[in-house]
């Protein structure tokens, strides 16, 4: 199979018009211009642009059902308290759990998202489900135990290596909660079995300004809200420094960890985080939802961080679209080339979950997960002012060499 569009962004932001990639096995074997590849088998995408497959770093799967429903202009932590109950296992079933992954696998094909970066409280559930679509993904079993849970800190990390459902599309995760929801047992329990099982991590880090009264002093809202939520007791240790200082002294920081939000990071903290070879990922609108202050993703990728998109979950954001984050990102820091918020969604995304050698560019030797988003022919000529200036939708996606969404899948 060879496909032409009229723009093709390939490997090291190399923009090539009129161009075309050669498919075979589901794999690129040749990227080029359309004069130079030629064949019978060749289909004209015609006035469009043809970009890696987008990636969606951070996201809770589950929670797609939660729509509408959960307000997050209330501020985070009656937002966390009305998301907890409705996330009460008496209000819940299968049924619902499926059903609300089925509905955010669908969000994400059809906004080109090839891969996603999911964490899951039910991975014996979402897992299969997973394994059926597809999407690329990692599965983040997500690990909580603290207070009244820290008996269930065996259960929940047991749960979260299962692999039992892992294949080539389907890689599985650890994800520590956040150092809220995990003492010092807990946190360093999932590094160790994440080192000896060569898994990745993903951490929620730094998402509010309270996490540091928390890890510093056992004060807060965070406290309250474990109190409200029954988890508390006084056998929980304080660590007495602030939360990256924690995830750190926990063996977490290291290249094989994907922080969450990082919303609050001072200049020594990023410097430290640099150091480690964390990856963050950035979760624009989100972060806009709960009112944060700027984020600091630029000064993160000039000290050497590896910052990635993600959409959190559809009861803090409108969509699970990396191409609707980086398209509010482009007018939110119009400073930005927008060559570097593409990578944030593509390339970067695939570094940050450990298959950059995989995907993430349009490059011979990879998969060919792609997405095809139609040229506004009243927009500008560059094709990724053109791609993240314009409110086109992609017409089609395609994992593997298959057409997956769009066209005749």
């Known amino acids: 199979m060879i496909l032409r569009a009229r723009h093709l962004i390939a490997d090291n932001h190399q923009h090539i018009e009129n161009g075309a990639v050669r498919i075979e096995e589901g794999c690129i074997v040749e990227v080029g211009s359309a004069d130079q590849l030629k064949g019978p088998s060749t289909t004209d995408l015609g006035d469009c642009v043809l970009l890696p497959g987008f990636i969606n770093a951070h996201t ?34 299968q049924r619902q759990t499926a059903n609300a992954v089925a509905i955010g696998l669908e969000e994400l094909l059809s906004s080109g998202v090839t891969c996603v970066g999911d964490i899951t409280r039910q991975p014996g559930q979402v897992r299969p ?43 599985v995760g650890i994800s520590p909660h956040a150092p809220y929801t995990l003492e010092s047992k807990g946190l360093q329990a999932c590094a160790k079995r994440a080192e000896s099982d060569g898994l990745r991590l993903c951490l929620h880090l730094a998402e509010t300004l309270e996490e540091n009264a928390f890890t510093q002093q056992h004060a807060g809202p965070l406290r309250a809200h474990l109190e409200r939520c029954r988890l508390w007791d006084d056998a929980i240790a304080c660590p007495g420094m602030n ?22 990071a001072t200049d020594d903290e990023m410097d430290q985080l640099a150091a480690t070879g964390v990856h963050v990922a950035y979760c624009p609108r989100t972060h806009a939802a709960f009112s944060h202050g700027p984020h600091r993703f630029t000064e993160m990728i000039e000290r050497g961080i590896n910052v990635c998109v993600g959409t959190d979950s559809l009861a803090s954001n409108p969509s699970l679209s990396v191409l609707d984050e980086l398209r509010f990102l ?80």
């Open 243 to 264: 939360a990256i200082g924690y995830a750190g002294e926990a063996g977490l920081l290291t290249s094989s960890m994907l922080l969450a939000h990082v919303n609050y």
């Open 60 to 93: 809770h799967l589950e929670l797609s059902h939660l729509a509408g429903r959960v307000d997050a202009s209330v501020g985070f932590f009656d937002w966390v308290g009305e998301l907890v109950q409705q996330m009460n296992p008496a209000k819940s079933d």
């Open 129 to 171: 489900i997973l394994h059926a679509s597809p999407v690329r993904a990692v599965s983040f079993g997500e690990v909580i135990a603290i207070g009244s849970l820290r008996n269930r800190l065996d259960e929940r990390l047991l749960a979260a290596c299962d692999r039992t459902f892992e294949s080539e599309r389907l890689k």
């Open 330 to 409: 482009y007018g939110l820091r119009p400073d930005v080339p927008p060559s570097i918020l593409l990578d944030m969604g593509t390339i970067h995304g695939a570094k940050a979950l450990g298959i950059e050698s995989s995907i993430g560019s349009i490059s011979p030797g990879k998969w060919a997960d792609l997405v095809v988003v139609p040229l506004d022919q009243q927009a500008n000529d560059d094709p990724w002012r053109n791609v993240l200036g314009s409110d086109a939708s992609p017409i089609a996606t395609m994992i593997g060499g298959q057409w997956v969404w769009g066209r005749s899948q």
